[in-house]
């Protein structure tokens, strides 16, 4: 599935950047396929928002430190502020908007957020959940974070616990401080 | 424990419900949309240059190489900049003249066509400055410090009740803390998008209030309110730093206004801490004086704190001394010095959050000396009327909130020594304290729609900064009408509905809902005229509840709570970290227990971080904040924070407002701060009077 | 940021080669820190070089024994390694305690060992700092400096170096293989980088061109055991106020093998070679550990404001040589 755009310029003739500063690029997000003329000054939370009206990634420091602009690339979670779009050429970008099913269904984390009133203003939200998401994934792969016992074996997926939920989002600030209830989200999807 | 009365509209059951928030859907599919996330044809993007220096003068701005950038539509300086009327409030004063009041202070602007350029276009600015002298450090005996007439709130600065030579205290404290600079950092970073069309404008604004944007900027830029169209639909928390209009939208009217397009401001995270407010540092000094039995005889507290050279600003800090505890002597003052820094405002709990911090971690102290149970200290201190103001209390429930926290918390089985309780290197303590924040309520005017398909629109600007306004006045209005929740849609975050007060002071829920649900009863009565049903184009009433929202209480009305909390010092780090958090509050009726332990427990977490994490520096050579962005000023992360438990009484107090609520907002910061402080001590012996408590401090303290 | 040329190359030989024929060039690798510090201005070149992409992504077994890791291999995948949880669990641990999940997955091996400082004054272009333009004068020396030097620091400049995994290769006595169009070298990991001297513009000894190929872990520190500790201001998330990486062998209650360094108490992680020195031969008890520790820092020169930092560093030190003896212990 997935369509195909060319959305040619990102700017009009007279104000884009002269061509060695420029490089069509192309990114499949939310599996749709977008080749773009890229500013290479243009990260991918700015390709989302600004050229692709993707407003779910958030802007919150835009230096890596708050985590808003979480997304999924390649299916890791990454900060989207911080990657050059242009070096991202035929990557597979997955946002918030991208997560939930067809029609009205929610993915099942976006369901635990409402279910355990885990945000409050929501500006932290979609960072949050893709990097749930993205969490989720690297612990079943095996990934230990700072708070896994040093007993538990390599190379097997590790349990979460609320310790090592709290540690593995620590890379995403909500400053309503809906952590608890985030938290109680994850653990839902975790444990059915 | 909590009167027996019912509060009026108490009949039906959507006023207390764990109601899900309406708007949740959106925020968790990434649809809602914030006010930079709005675009439109031609929209261009906008970036400040702020002043690098800490007072001067702008002698020279030098555009010439970010105008030759291509994609480059303008560079505004005070030079060219549209000139704007003055407002009240003087740091929306940009691009107006040559004077620096502070470092951050903005002195260009530059529109591009994309953010890169006017990134790159705003770097490329040379500004020349004549620098003068300045100061910004604050000391408890600067030469300029005066005690101000009023301070934030409208409180007077100084209130002395008694001499200080009456009954003789048998057990003295006189202990100083600080507090330093915080800042609000709300996720969604200070934003607004503008459009002029005609003379028509139009604004999206990231703001706790567009009602107040609108104004002043019909103000400032000298046009009618009716001509301004002011949106703040989803906001990404304010916590008072978008209480009213910040330089960005003054920005970005004006760049939309040079340019004629649609202009997107949207404030850079290092740019906030010198031009959106911060709560500003307060060094308190507290006498305590008690009888044997722990009764108060004399309270002292003495705060110090700093404002700009743009406008006063004093943190009220020692007024919520004036509703803990009475005593035979009472003095609270204030001293404030003009400094050349970043302009101080509204941060969650001003004045309360820190001066309780000061007031309560003084009262823990004087338990220790007394050899007296904090808890029971509070208790025989608990006064029947307001002391400052000799007012009956509307409710009070202190005492009720530390009892059942103390049960929570299993507070009985405590052992009152400090510093001997070790896990291996780590040492573990349990504190309480309390906490008060006042009931505020402004008028509004609301409009409630009765349509012929049987459902029922409301409408007031209310703004939704994260509380589930949108949820909680549907819940107002189902239950004025009597209909279930779900025939009833709210319309909040536009000015294009009926005025309405800010999203602030904890007010807003017992603001707008006392006018939604004035609008609803009459509605209700207009319903039953017409035979229970509306005519084809529909049955509309309007409220306005000026007059009554803001008539003078006979009753000192305030909303109180306790806080618990348990810690583990690392001896080898110095590390605090908080292992449990509770909290019980009296609040009124609590018209979402989802929502409002939602808001209860985010200001703990803001709490836990002022007494442990959060710390701001300003640098006394540059005249700016050390840790001006996030990977520097440590907001908690989720790896801080326990599972914190928020609870409340029922509580039943007629003197309110229809609802019967009280504010949720800020309360749970008051009081949290202190709570850990004193655990602090209880694990380690070592009292620690200077947040936070991080490591260098604590180690220190520990004597290595 | 201002506007700049981009290459992808697709071997380390075509890396190099673009480098030189682009004057102003600097390599990307996942970018976490140099797109930030382009964002704020402090980097300004005028071509990437991206080499994210470089056959550069693998951790391989040599036949001595020793580990290969490729300079693109991104953090997390380093730190979940089976390898290298397995036989040098200080890396895992360093890379795990450093940052968040979301820039593990980005950074790259070789982007974290050439990570830049997180001095404000560094990173505040309208500030003076030597580091970012030699001769401007240091104003964190007599400004702000909570989080600065208190070993090896210079009067041009008192900044530390921010990483966590450095700290772990430094005792691991890790190597970092580099290639320009000279050819190949080694040199060893608590070598690269520099303490600041009268240069402190230059971080490592890396040469202008020079490309960080892979970092190789010696067999011979290969299942010793090791651990990192790191004391921070929150719980995650935050850069050290001081940390340590330790590697020891203990053997009839003897110390047979001692390798520690320090994390953020100077410009470069800080091996701390007198104090293992004094450990070597000796008995493995607390006592030995905080007199060795101690002789280590008593080199120690602290600001007015980060005397903290030396019993801090003493106390993890301490800390973790007594775990790591004691559960080497029968």
Same mark, same amino acid.
């Given at each position: 599935m997935g369509s195909e755009n060319d959305d040619g310029a990102a700017h009009d003739g007279a104000s884009a950047p002269p061509a060695e500063q420029r490089t069509a690029t192309t990114l499949r997000i939310n599996a749709e396929r977008h080749t773009l003329d890229l500013d290479h000054r243009r990260v991918l939370l700015d390709v989302l928002r600004e050229d692709l009206d993707l407003t779910g990634a958030k802007k919150g420091c835009d230096h890596g430190q708050c985590g808003a602009c979480t997304v999924l690339v390649d299916g890791r979670r990454v900060n989207s502020c911080l990657l050059l779009a242009v070096a991202l050429d035929g990557c597979e970008v997955t946002t918030v908007e991208g997560l939930a099913g067809e029609g009205e269904e929610l993915h099942p984390l976006q369901r635990a957020f409402l279910d355990r009133d885990a945000f409050q203003c929501g500006y932290c939200t979609p960072g949050q959940i893709c990097s749930a998401v993205g969490a989720l994934a690297e612990a079943a792969a095996g990934h230990p974070s700072h708070v896994t016992g040093p007993a538990t074996p390599s190379g097997r997926p590790v349990p979460l616990d609320p310790d090592e939920i709290r540690e593995r989002l620590s890379g995403n600030l909500c400053r309503c401080g809906a952590y608890p209830r985030i938290v109680e989200a994850v653990e839902d999807v975790v444990v059915p | 424990m909590a009167g027996t009365g019912t509060a009026p509209g108490a009949t039906h059951s959507a006023l207390g419900a764990s109601a899900e928030r309406r708007e949740g859907r959106l925020k968790v599919t990434g649809g809602a949309r914030y006010a930079a996330e709005h675009p439109r044809p031609g929209r261009a993007q906008a970036w400040p240059v702020p002043a690098t220096v800490a007072r001067g003068r702008v002698t020279a701005v030098d555009a010439t190489a970010a105008l030759r950038m291509p994609g480059v539509l303008a560079v505004l300086t005070h030079e060219n900049a549209p000139r704007l009327a003055e407002p009240d409030d003087r740091t929306l004063l940009v691009l107006q003249d040559a004077s620096v009041p502070h470092r951050g202070w903005f002195v260009a602007l530059v529109v591009a066509e994309t953010l890169e350029t006017a990134r790159a276009a705003a770097a490329a600015v040379r500004v020349d400055y004549a620098v003068a002298e300045h100061d910004v450090t604050l000391t408890t005996d600067h030469p300029d410090a005066y005690e101000p007439e009023t301070v934030n709130g409208d409180f007077p600065g100084r209130r002395e009740i008694g001499g200080p030579d009456g009954t003789p205290a048998a057990v003295h404290v006189d202990v100083g803390y600080e507090v330093t600079p915080l800042h609000n950092h709300p996720m969604e970073p200070h934003a607004s998008t503008a459009h002029w069309d005609q003379d028509r404008l139009t604004v999206y604004s990231s703001s706790q209030g567009s009602t107040t944007v609108r104004d002043t900027l019909a103000t400032m830029f000298e046009t009618s309110a009716e001509h301004i169209t002011v949106v703040s639909d989803h906001v990404g928390g304010g916590f008072g730093s978008k209480g009213t209009p910040r330089p960005d939208v003054v920005l970005a009217v004006m760049a939309a206004r040079a340019t004629g397009r649609p202009v997107t401001v949207s404030l850079p995270r290092r740019h906030l801490p010198a031009v959106v407010g911060h709560r500003a540092p307060t060094l308190h000094r507290v006498r305590l004086g008690a009888a044997r039995d722990g009764r108060l005889v004399s309270l002292a507290h003495e705060v110090t704190t700093y404002t700009s050279h743009v406008r006063e600003f004093v943190e009220q800090a020692a007024v919520s001394a004036r509703v803990m505890y009475a005593a035979p002597h009472h003095f609270t003052t204030h001293h404030v010095v003009r400094l050349d820094v970043p302009s101080p405002s509204w941060m969650r709990a001003p004045g309360e959050a820190p001066g309780m911090y000061a007031l309560e971690s003084a009262m823990d102290e004087l338990a220790c000396e007394l050899g007296m149970d904090p808890v029971e200290l509070r208790?025989?201190?608990?006064?029947?009327?307001?002391?400052?103001?000799?007012?009956?209390?509307?409710?009070?429930?202190?005492?009720?909130?530390?009892?059942?926290?103390?049960?929570?918390?299993?507070?009985s089985g405590r052992d009152p020594r400090p510093g001997v309780r070790a896990e291996g290197p780590l040492l573990i303590g349990t504190g309480v304290a309390a906490a008060t924040y006042p009931v505020l309520v402004s008028p509004s005017t609301a409009e409630a729609e009765a349509r012929p398909d049987g459902t029922f629109v409301v409408r007031v600007n209310a703004t939704d900064i994260g509380t589930g306004a949108r949820t909680v006045l549907a819940q107002v209005a189902a239950d004025a009408l009597g209909v279930t929740l779900e025939r009833v849609r709210t319309e909040v975050g536009c000015t294009t509905l009926p005025a309405a007060p800010l999203a602030g002071g904890s007010s807003g829920t017992s603001s707008w809902g006392w006018a939604v649900h004035e609008a609803c009863a009459r509605l209700a009565e207009r319903l039953a005229d017409h035979g229970g049903s509306p005519p084809v184009d529909g049955l509309t009433a309007r409220a306005d509840t000026e007059g009554r929202a803001d008539a003078e209480s006979a009753y000192a009305r305030h909303a109180f709570g306790a806080h618990f909390a348990e810690v583990a010092v690392d001896t080898v780090t110095g590390e605090v970290r908080v292992r449990r958090l509770l909290g019980v509050y009296a609040a009124g009726r609590i018209l979402n227990a989802r929502t409002a332990r939602s808001q209860f427990v985010g200001g703990m977490t803001m709490g836990l971080g002022m007494a442990l994490t959060e710390t701001s520096t300003m640098d006394p050579a540059f005249g700016d904040f050390a840790e001006s962005d996030l990977a520097s000023y440590h907001v908690p992360v989720h790896a801080d924070v326990p599972d914190i438990e928020a609870h409340w009484i029922d509580e039943t107090d007629p003197h309110l407002n229809p609802m019967g609520s009280k504010g949720v907002g800020e309360i749970g910061i008051v009081g949290t701060a202190a709570a850990i402080g004193n655990a602090a001590h209880h694990a380690t012996g070592v009292r620690f009077r200077e947040l936070p408590l991080t490591p260098d401090k604590v180690l220190r303290g520990l004597g290595d | 940021m201002k506007p700049f040329g981009y290459v992808r190359v697709a071997s380390v030989e075509e890396a190099t080669e673009a480098f030189a024929a682009h004057p102003g060039a600097r390599y990307l690798g996942g970018g976490t820190n140099l797109v930030d510090l382009m964002k704020l201005g402090v980097e300004r070149p005028a071509v990437l070089v991206d080499v994210s992409r470089l056959p550069l992504d693998a951790v391989e077994e040599l036949d001595d024994g020793s580990l290969r890791v490729g300079a693109? +291999?991104?953090?997390?995948?380093?730190?979940?390694?089976?390898?290298?949880?397995?036989?040098? #669990?200080?890396?895992?641990?360093?890379?795990?305690?450093?940052? $968040?999940?979301?820039?593990?997955?980005?950074?790259? =091996? /070789?982007?974290?060992?050439?990570?830049? =400082?997180? !001095?404000?004054?560094?990173?505040?272009?309208?500030?003076?700092?030597? *580091?970012?333009? #030699?001769?401007?004068?240091?104003?964190?020396?007599?400004?702000?400096?909570? @989080?600065?030097?208190?070993? /090896?620091?210079?009067?041009? !400049?008192?900044? =530390?170096?921010? $990483? @966590?995994?450095?700290?772990?290769?430094?005792?691991?006595?890790?190597? &970092?293989?580099?290639?320009?169009?000279?050819?190949?070298? %080694? &040199?060893?990991?608590?070598?690269?980088?520099?303490? #600041?001297?009268?240069?402190?513009?230059?971080?490592?000894?890396?040469?202008?061109?020079?490309?960080? =190929?892979? +970092?190789?872990?010696?067999?011979?520190?290969?299942?010793? #055991? %090791?651990?990192?500790?790191?004391?921070?201001?929150?719980?995650?998330?935050?850069?050290?106020?001081?940390?340590?990486?330790?590697?020891?062998? &203990?053997?009839?209650?003897?110390?047979?093998?001692? /390798?520690?360094?320090?994390?953020?108490?100077?410009?470069?992680?800080?091996?701390?070679?007198?104090?293992?020195?004094?450990? &070597?031969?000796?008995?493995?008890?607390?006592?030995?550990?905080?007199?060795?520790?101690?002789?280590?820092?008593?080199?120690?020169?602290?600001?007015?404001?980060?005397?903290? *930092?030396?019993?801090?560093?003493?106390?993890?030190?301490?800390d973790v040589l007594t775990r790591l003896a004691s559960a080497e212990a029968p």
């Open positions: - | 208790a025989v201190n608990d006064p029947e009327r307001e002391p400052d103001s000799g007012k009956p209390f509307s409710s009070r429930h202190l005492v009720d909130c530390l009892r059942e926290g103390a049960r929570r918390f299993n507070w | 693109a +291999v991104r953090n997390s995948d380093l730190a979940a390694h089976p390898l290298v949880r397995d036989r040098y #669990p200080v890396l895992s641990q360093a890379l795990l305690a450093g940052a $968040s999940g979301q820039l593990r997955n980005a950074a790259t =091996t /070789g982007g974290n060992l050439l990570q830049r =400082t997180r !001095c404000p004054y560094f990173q505040d272009t309208a500030k003076p700092c030597n *580091k970012r333009e #030699p001769g401007q004068g240091c104003g964190a020396r007599e400004g702000v400096h909570r @989080d600065h030097a208190v070993l /090896g620091h210079s009067e041009q !400049c008192i900044a =530390t170096h921010p $990483s @966590d995994m450095a700290v772990a290769l430094a005792a691991l006595d890790a190597r &970092v293989e580099l290639l320009d169009e000279r050819g190949a070298r %080694s &040199v060893p990991a608590a070598e690269f980088h520099r303490l #600041p001297g009268d240069r402190p513009e230059r971080d490592t000894v890396i040469r202008p061109g020079e490309l960080i =190929t892979s +970092v190789v872990l010696p067999a011979a520190t290969a299942w010793l #055991p %090791s651990a990192y500790r790191k004391a921070r201001d929150r719980a995650s998330y935050a850069f050290a106020l001081a940390s340590v990486a330790v590697v020891l062998r &203990v053997a009839d209650g003897r110390v047979a093998h001692a /390798g520690i360094a320090f994390g953020a108490l100077a410009h470069r992680p800080w091996r701390a070679a007198r104090a293992e020195e004094a450990l &070597v031969g000796g008995p493995a008890t607390p006592d030995a550990f905080a007199h060795a520790v101690g002789l280590e820092l008593a080199a120690a020169r602290p600001l007015r404001d980060n005397g903290y *930092k030396v019993p801090l560093a003493r106390n993890i030190a301490v």
